[in-house]
T-cell receptor, first 115, second 110 residues
Framework: GAVVSQHPSWVICKSGTSVKIECRSL??????MFWYRQFPKQSLMLMAT?????????EQGVEKDKFLINHASLTLSTLTVTSAHPEDSSFYIC???????????FGPGTRLTVL | LAKTTQPISMDSYEGQEVNITCSHN???????ITWYQQFPSQGPRFIIQ???TKVTNEVASLFIPADRKSSTLSLPRVSLSDTAVYYC???????????FGTGTRLKVLA
């Protein structure tokens, strides 16, 4: 199947700093990517849709100024958590649909811990 | 977006067949049904996808009745390594967005 990577796989930062997470589609192009967050023992929650060449679309309740998304190329989307606080600590996962849009492939996830 | 409903948890023993049923009453005509497996601290992994009737691959089978309002994932002869959370997802053919439900936490016992 198609491969989606994320970097870093885990990050620890101090409260108030910003953290950037990269999502790459390694063997296919993705004009759209999705960002999720997942708290322990809970399901994935869709945060936003990343669109190559245009602004991201955020789900209700997600602060667009706090979670900055940039889809700079057909293989790369980045999520920047600005002014991170301990409550932002979570598991962040990206996904990308392949040319057959009904199928999405997920990245391995990034564990963010804010101290 | 189609909402899915699954049992929250299931227990099984090694070697048994496990069937997990998912309800998606408001599935749209163009929507496909996709099942994913997730281990702790990993991203979901694609298992199988179907539109109608039956689909089988090397790891699972997917049964979809004619009205498509439900689907059943069948895992033959599970092993301890199949302990995971299984998600049934219905894709939005317009936006390709997935909305995750609770998933089913499968625990395989020795």
């Amino acid at each position: 199947g198609a491969v989606v990577s994320q970097h870093p796989s885990w990050v620890i930062c101090k409260s108030g700093t910003s953290v950037k997470i990269e999502c790459r589609s390694l063997d296919f192009q993705a004009t759209t990517m999705f960002w999720y967050r997942q708290f322990p023992k809970q399901s994935l929650m869709l945060m936003a849709t990343s669109n190559e060449g245009s602004k991201a679309t955020y789900e209700q309740g997600v602060e667009k100024d706090k979670f900055l998304i940039n889809h700079a190329s057909l293989t790369l989307s980045t999520l920047t958590v600005t002014s991170a606080h301990p409550e932002d600590s979570s598991f962040y996962i990206c996904s990308a649909p392949t040319s057959r849009k009904d199928t999405q492939y997920f990245g391995p996830g990034t564990r963010l811990t804010v101290l | 977006l189609a909402k899915t409903t699954q049992p929250i948890s299931m227990d099984s023993y090694e070697g048994q067949e496990v069937n997990i049923t998912c309800s998606h009453n408001n599935i749209a005509t163009n929507d496909y049904i996709t099942w994913y497996q997730q281990f702790p601290s990993q991203g979901p992994r694609f298992i199988i996808q179907g539109y109608k009737t039956k689909v089988t691959n090397e790891v699972a089978s997917l049964f979809i009745p004619a009205d498509r309002k439900s689907s059943t994932l069948s895992l033959p002869r599970v092993s301890l390594s199949d302990t995971a959370v299984y998600y049934c997802l219905v894709g939005d053919s317009g936006t390709y967005k997935y909305i995750f439900g609770t998933g089913t936490r499968l625990k395989v016992l020795a």
